[in-house]
Each structure stands twice: as C-alpha cells, then as structure tokens.
C-alpha cells in the first residue's frame, strides 16, 4: 500500500435495508437487539473491505447505542463508512433508521461505532489507506475519531492489566 494513499469516506459508504418479520422480533414485537447487531456487524464489515479492498476482522464494537424500538413490519435501513484509520485499523460508523413503509414516517434507531482490521494473505495486519472525509457529517465523526480511538485503546489496556 502506498504510504501517501488516501480515500474519501464516501467510497466505503454502504446500505442494507431489510423488512422486519416475526421471526425477528422478541414478544414486545420489537426487534431482537443481537439481530440488529448482526446487520450492524455485517454492514461495517462490508464498508471496511470496500474501504480497504482487502479482508477484514471486527476488533471492537462501542457506543452501541439504541434509541428507539424497531417494530414488526418496518423496514430498517443501515448506513456505513468509515470514518477514519489508523495503520490498519477503520473506524466505521453505522446508523440504523426504521421506516413505516405504510406512513412513510422514518426515524434513527440505533447508532454504532465499530473498529475493523484490514488483514493481508497471510493474516497479518494491513496498512489502508487514510480516511478523507468530504461533507460535513463525514468531517464532523473523523474529528472525533482520534479521541475515540485513544478511549479504545486506553479500555482495552485496562482489560488486559485486570487479565
């Protein structure tokens, strides 16, 4: 990887968009939570291999934040990018916005930040090219990324001095 690549953020953007049926949804007739982080693992996963064309391993997921239920027959729509890199590693952001496909009434319902690896043939950590961030939404959440990137890194130490 050429050491002065870059990206925009845009490049990695990725949306999936599912309708919610019985079988996901608890006995509230709301979503099961670890089905919506399925999609929200998957979704960053994709925008992370597109970022780096290359294989991709999830390292973290926080900020794992609901905030309203997704119900029975609404249709759920993820968006993904990243946000921002670091050697190997992609901060990806996703929201997940629920539509009444009836009303048309749409709201955010979940948010996620998640950190992925880009690996090479052999396993090993890859470098990706750095995150270019071109709207105002994008410039916003890679301004941020480094303190959130420095919060990671200073839980995981503490884990690893408890272990």
């Known amino acids: 990887m050429n050491e002065n690549a870059e990206k ?5 953007r990725s949306i999936m968009t599912q309708l919610i049926f019985p079988s996901d949804t608890n006995h509230h007739g709301t979503m099961f939570g670890g089905k919506v982080m399925e999609y929200i693992d998957k979704i960053a996963a994709i925008a992370s291999m597109r970022h780096a064309r290359a ?3 999830t390292a973290s997921s926080d900020s794992l934040d609901f905030v309203a239920p997704i119900r029975l027959g609404e249709v759920i729509e993820l968006v ?16 997940v916005h629920s539509e009444n496909a009836l009303t048309g009434e749409r709201r955010l319902t979940v948010t996620a930040f998640l950190t992925f690896v880009a690996l090479d043939g052999q396993g090993k950590p890859l470098r990706v090219p750095q995150a270019v961030p071109e709207t105002e939404e994008e410039l916003e959440l890679h301004i941020g990324a480094p303190e959130r990137y420095k919060l990671r890194k200073e839980r995981r130490s503490q884990r690893r001095g408890r272990l």
């Open 55 to 57: 294989a991709v391993v």
């Open 80 to 95: 993904a990018f990243v946000t921002w890199t670091h050697n190997s590693s992609m901060e990806v952001v996703v929201n």
């Open 8 to 12: 925009p953020c845009q490049a990695s």
